[in-house]
């Protein structure tokens, strides 16, 4: 892809995807810049990330049973969203007349969850103040903090949820990747006994973040031992519900992130009569997720895995990473170089 600049202060950078398909199917371009609004703040973006949710969308990978719905609201003939990319860690350029809460250079880091995501995949973006922008992590880089937004606010989010506490014993599956990382560390820090599965090549990364045992999928299902546990948190949605359910102790929660409706409402059902919990769906929009990850960091407590990082030029190499299904932690586009 062949580099393209901004060359004056109405423009910018931004990757644009007009059509559904593989990662070749997205073009960087020079675009206007966008100007912020009485109560936004424009943000020069410094780092952001592809995500799996980047890459559905991109190629448009949906269960069946959802594709109509999906259809209607990503875009029809094509994608809607036309610069994807849900995460950002960034400078304040400029404000609104309204804004209060930020000033010009304040650093920032954000996630453009509400009103479906997209635009981070680009040199600078317009937020409302009042959505999920907040202060940065005093002690992260801009690329560390700009893979926080995703999966650290589902994690948090879901595990809440679920009442994770002190003593619990929890079973995160997928644990070496982007959300999983997160629900390791959160987890531990809550009190709660993890144990991880991922393949063995992870397993010391997932010991380091917190678990105290680790299985790797490729020699055991961890659905077929007795042991039990308060909560099994399936990251990746590739275990089976069933046996998530028998694995669980009465009252725990069984939680699938990725989970689709039919599945969903197949394990409600499987769950009937049980005591347990079947939880899943979207991440709440709560702002105040982003303001306790900040916390949390700068206290030590959550550390961002970073497994590759490239450029919005390389972004079609990013999309095969994680179209791979085997990304570690997270994958990192570096948009201004420290």
Known sequence: MAQQRADDEHSMRAVICERYGPPEVLENRVVPRPRPGADEVLIRIHATSVTQADARMRGFRVPPSTWIPARLMLGVFRPRRQVLGSELAGVVQQVGDAVQRFAVADRVYASTAIGHGGGT??????????????????????????????????????????????????????????????????????GAHVTGVCSAKNAEL???????????????????????????????GLAPPRGCIRALVPGGAYINAVSSL?????????????????????????????????????????????????????????????DSGHKVGNVVVVVVTE
């Not at 103040?129 to 880089?141: C, G």
């Not at 994690?155 to 929890?170: P, S």
């Not at 599945?263 to 709560?286: E, F, Q, Y």
């Not at 702002?287 to 390389?314: C, D, H, N, W």
């Open 206 to 236: 997932v010991r380091s973040l917190g678990a105290e045992e680790v299985i790797d999928y490729t020699q055991e299902d961890f659905t077929a031992r007795t042991e039990q546990y308060d909560i099994v948190f399936d990251t990746v």
């Open 121 to 190: 995949h680009a040199e600078y973006i317009c937020m409302p103040e009042d959505h999920l922008v907040e202060h940065m992590p005093t002690n992260l880089t801009f690329e560390q903090a700009a893979v926080i937004p995703f999966g650290g606010r589902a994690a948090l989010h879901f595990l809440r949820l679920a009442g994770v506490g002190a003593g619990q014993r929890v079973l995160i599956n997928g644990a070496s990747g982007c959300l999983g990382t997160y629900a390791v560390q959160l987890a531990r820090h809550f």
């Open 262 to 322: 039919d599945v969903a409402l197949r394990t409600w059902w499987w769950s009937l009569g049980t005591g347990k919990r079947t939880l899943g769906g979207v991440t709440g929009d709560n702002p105040e997720y982003l303001a306790e990850l900040k916390a949390l960091a700068e206290a030590g407590a959550v550390q961002p895995v970073i497994s590759q990082r490239f450029t919005l030029e390389q972004i079609h190499e990013a999309h095969r990473v994680v």
